[in-house]
């Protein structure tokens, strides 16, 4: 059985009607709350809240609030002005079951009300967002066809750069080889001249002319003109990776040859500085002998330098390592001789 609650307190105004209802410490939750225009009604087990109003409120419109097992109800009237009290009195258990079954019936339209604007709203929704999709396909179609036609049109020009390329070659070899047919013909005429010459030089000529006309002149036409300058353009055809751009290789093939270049580079600066010294101190065997002279004098300062160098020469011998550490534990630079001796 549910416990009717009967202690509430309530004030109001021309326009709203303000209720108190204290559960004792009971959660409340929205759910338990059902508001119509005249029927309200709190259902916390086991408390039960019910009245009919006096007169219709605008239910849409009327707030509850709720707060530290307390209810505040906000009633706003559909019409200004006083009630006289806040329940319906001297309503018979028919015309109050009536009002529950109207209430009930108005809750379950309204809610089916916002159940269909809610599906309309969704329809709309999902139309707003298929015409969305389809206005970005038909851009990223659009952005397509135009990288396609910029394709094109570069590969045009491309085909066309070497049209006018390839045609300027063979032009070149035509006149080249005319050069060439010309010089052969001159070189035949200069020939024949020639011949003609010593036949000449038997026949006597009068005393007043001196000097061979044919001669010059044939002299004269036998050197061709100087070639012209010019500047021979050569365009390099463009590195073209056939597979996409997204399974392409260009960045680790760039990173791969920067790393080459810098490891080169600093290859060659470790090793600049080796090409001032003797021949003899290019040998890790005397520069071995070297360092083993200096620890034996105490300098072992001098040996770990000796054995440094050796060591950059060549890496691979075991004892300029087992050397070293001995120095280092004369200096008492422990960690270095326990490293190389990790080493040997």
Known sequence: MPVWLRDYSWRQTDAAVYVSLSLRGVRVAPANIFC????????????LFEVILYAPIDDTSSTAKIENGSVF??????????WETLVMENTDKKKMQKIRENAVLKAQEKA?????????????????ALEATMKLEEAERKRIEELKEEERKKVTEELEIWKNQRNEKQREERVHQERKQTEKKNQKINKTMTLREGNYKNISLPTKVTG???????QEESFP?????GTIKINFTPRVFPTA????????EEEW???????????????????DLKEEEKNPDWLKDKGNKMFSTGNHLAAVNAYNLAIRLNNKIPVLYLNRAACHLKLRNLHKSIEDSSKV
Request: net charge positive.
């Open 257 to 275: 040859l920067y790393k080459q270049a810098e490891a080169r580079r600093a290859m060659n600066d470790d090793f600049s500085e080796l090409d």
């Open 212 to 218: 061979n006309i044919f001669s010059e002149k044939l």
């Open 112 to 128: 089916k009300e916002e159940m269909e604007a809610k599906a309309v709203k969704k329809q709309e929704h999902k139309k707003y």
């Open 245 to 252: 751009l997204r399974e392409s290789r260009v960045a680790e």
């Open 73 to 82: 109800f906000t009633l706003y009237k559909k019409e200004a002005a006083t």
């Open 225 to 229: 003109a100087p070639r012209a300058a």
């Open 36 to 47: 119509t225009d005249q029927y309200l009604k709190v259902n916390v087990p086991p408390f």
